[in-house]
């Protein structure tokens, strides 16, 4: 283990007392800090936080001009009894009507308020007595099966089927006409959405309706925070001493139940003592854990030494654990009336009684639950923004599905949100850990990146991470870049610090022969390389997705053990199976090499950025929407005056009318289908384009090379060249 830390400071008070850790730096880590330092017998007291902000998934931020919350939005329950209540009180963090006794006497049952308006998905407004007829039965449902707590019998495993179970029996009994109960089952699809989002759950079913009474609610009506959920957070954060919580520390390894000793404090044994990831180590007598538990749920065999006791680790396993997404939309003018807070969308053909699992992925958008009307923000001056995602993008086609809310919205009134860019946050994933946990068994990186975005779209977080090999970036996919300014792009480079680059085209085999020997070099000259301790080479190999990390190492093992694939490949991200694998691509000298997934950056700091990575298949088009990243491509490729899908597509000519451009590649390939059309006369089938099918051919067509090559970069390169003296 490494060197034990526990500096003085502020933080610690005269006289011995006894030695507590906090981990985690979130609301319930930091309110433990506050109680216990106000104890006298608690004058050595830590706080060790993994990032390098407090707070938890409470976060507020600056943005289109007010405070959006990422996170924690409402108080729910806000009276006497609560404590999140009681402080914000306290720091008088709240509205006077929040505070009021009228409102702290508000019975809510725990429901979520009733919308100020529902539209149906054909664009009608829904009628108000039939949303609240219909929010009375659902609520009715969720208080009957809160029942069940007291001691009778469940009659089915989880709340979803309970509810299913009675509207299926009640909905026998309607006599209204097939629309109308159509759209009552579809406003009760859509309140099970809500009573998801409430609890915290993909589904209902997930939900057990035994124990579904146990949640004690509080009266109140549920409020904000004017100035933002953060005050909250910081308001604690004022009350303890600066050096108090240190961040940026994140644990390994907990050992409790031992015996441990530190030079400082000779003669005193702790039996705690808690290992970071940096090799650092916390002596203590106790150890408050307040991670998150879906860290828990991944790391419980790993984070406690010796394991929790089953019992314990078992309840950690078995505890449902699922997300709640926000989306932030901005529009120009508001479409909504004055005093609108809650805009409820219902799609009608949506039912609790239909199973649309397999659909999801083209119908996630129906799960949104509807629209909160945020306090009044300031007017933004730029003129064009830009629709913001606060949530994970991994796997979820969110810019497509905003269009067709959109598309709803326009059927009514012709109102649009102010800007029809991709959501930005792409999110990766967590690798990173995993990749620096190999860190150790490897002599150098391999970082394999797009050639025809050279200069950006690597993940900034892999020089920080990994920062300490050797780094040799390879630049695939040649064959497909505009390489007339390579010299440029090195020289780029080299400024920032990368001077060992290689352009390789992976599936051609051109220039693989001159990766191992630019690897052995690299190793050989490091200061930490003993030839007696290496009889072999190690490298992991690390990048965004498919960049064609796996096609690489293949095109080595073709190159110099004339053997075929190792590792599975394909043209779309996320194709990687063996993480961390070893693979062996060379007998002299020895060498292995460690595939690992694609890393996107945690946050990509511009549309045009995610445009990019999106035209070479980093991130998976319906993510932004296969017509909307044809549109940028045909942009593009202007804008470059490359107008080779002028000739391929037999136009008349450049165009920049995406349009008219999918309209006749959807002609010209026989991409159309047949639409009915009611008209006074009957129903008349129409031939119209197919444009997404359209869109997916011009996107193939550019990937695959037939278009000519490009540099998407080459704004970059002449940003920089101006730049220079």
């Not at 050639?451 to 040799?472: C, D, T, Y």
């Not at 062996?584 to 996107?600: A, I, K, N, W």
Request: charged fraction near 20%; charge should be neutral.
């Amino acid at each position: 283990m490494g060197a034990m830390e526990w500096s003085g400071g502020q933080a610690e008070r005269p006289g011995r007392g006894r030695r507590v850790l906090v981990v985690g730096g979130g609301i319930a880590g930091l309110g433990a800090a506050q109680r216990l330092r106000a104890h006298p017998a608690f004058s050595q007291l830590r706080v060790l936080e993994a990032t390098a902000r407090a707070g938890g998934r409470i976060r507020s931020e600056r943005g289109f001009g007010g405070v959006l919350e990422l996170g924690a939005h409402w108080i729910h329950g806000p009276s006497r009894g609560n404590p999140v209540f009681e402080l914000a009180a306290e720091h008088r963090l709240l509205r006077e009507k929040d505070l009021s006794e009228e409102n702290q006497r508000m019975e809510t049952g725990g429901h979520v308020g009733l919308p100020s308006v529902t539209y149906a998905s054909s664009g009608v407004s829904v009628s108000r007595e039939l949303v609240v007829e219909t929010a009375s039965l659902f609520h009715s449902l969720i208080d009957q099966a809160r029942e069940f707590v007291r001691g009778a019998a469940a009659p089915a495993p989880s709340v979803g089927e309970y509810v299913r179970g009675a509207l299926r029996a009640l909905a026998a009994g309607w006599t209204d006409r097939e629309d109308a109960r159509r759209l009552r089952l579809a406003l009760m699809h859509n309140f099970l959405n809500v009573e998801c989002c409430v609890s915290g759950t993909h589904s209902m079913d997930l939900v057990a309706l035994a124990p579904f009474g146990e949640y004690t609610v509080l009266p109140g009506l549920d409020c904000t925070f004017p100035g933002g959920y953060q005050g909250l957070t910081n308001h604690i954060m004022a009350s303890l001493p600066e050096d108090m919580i240190i961040f940026n520390k994140p644990v390994k390894t907990i050992h409790w139940n031992g015996s441990f000793q530190e030079a400082a404090s000779p003669g005193e044994t702790f039996p705690v003592l808690v290992e970071c990831e940096d090799g650092g180590c916390f002596p203590a007598h106790h150890v408050i854990v307040t991670v998150p538990l879906g860290f828990l749920k991944e790391h419980v065999d790993t984070f406690f030494e010796p394991p929790l006791p089953t019992e314990k680790a078992d309840a950690i396993r078995k505890l449902g654990f699922g997300t709640n997404n926000k989306i932030f939309l901005e529009f120009e003018e508001p479409f909504w009336e004055p005093g609108c807070q809650h805009i409820q969308v219902v799609w009608e053909d949506m039912s609790p009684l239909e199973d649309v699992a397999s659909q999801l992925q083209d119908v996630w958008f129906k799960k949104l639950i509807g629209f909160w009307v945020l306090p009044s923000f300031e007017k933004r001056q730029a003129p064009r923004a830009q629709e913001r995602a606060a949530l994970p993008l991994a796997q979820r086609p969110v810019h497509q599905g905003l269009l067709q809310l959109r598309g709803r919205g326009q059927h009514r009134g012709g109102h649009r949100p102010a800007g029809t860019a991709p959501a930005r946050g792409w999110r990766g994933g967590s690798g990173l850990k995993k990749m620096q946990g190999s860190l150790r068994l490897v002599d150098c990186v391999i970082e394999v990146h797009d050639a025809r975005i050279p200069l950006s779209g690597r993940n900034p977080l892999f020089q920080e991470a990994l920062g300490l090999k050797p780094h040799v970036l390879v630049l695939n996919k040649m064959d497909l870049a505009d390489l007339k300014e390579q010299q440029k792009i090195i020289q780029h480079l080299e400024e920032e610090g990368l001077k060992n680059v290689v352009f390789t085209n992976c599936v051609r085999d051109e220039n693989i022969q001159q990766v191992i020997p630019m690897v052995r070099g690299l190793v050989e000259s490091s200061h930490r390389y003993h030839r007696q301790e290496n009889l072999e080479y190690c490298a992991l190999v690390i990048g965004i997705p498919n960049v064609g990390k796996s096609s690489l190492i293949n095109a080595l093992r073709r190159q110099h053990l004339r053997k075929g694939k190792a590792t599975r490949v394909g043209g779309e991200p996320g194709i990687t199976r063996a993480v961390m694998s070893r693979i062996q691509v060379c007998e002299r000298p020895l060498m292995f090499l460690l595939d690992t997934p694609g890393v996107l950056a945690p946050r990509i700091q511009s549309v045009e950025m995610g445009l990019k990575l999106a035209l070479c298949g980093t991130v998976l088009d319906h993510l932004v929407g296969e017509e909307t990243l044809a549109d940028y491509l045909l942009y593009t490729l202007n804008r470059h005056q490359l107008f080779g899908y002028v000739q391929h597509y037999g136009l008349d000519g450049a165009c920049d009318d995406i349009t008219r451009v999918l309209k006749h590649v959807a002609v010209r390939l026989g991409k159309t289908h047949k639409v009915k059309v009611l008209t006074g006369t009957g129903d008349v089938n129409v031939i119209q384009p197919n444009y997404p099918a359209a869109a997916r051919d011009f996107l193939r067509t550019f990937r695959h090379g037939l278009l000519g090559p490009v540099m998407l970069d080459r704004d970059v390169l002449r940003s920089s060249s101006r730049a220079d003296p």
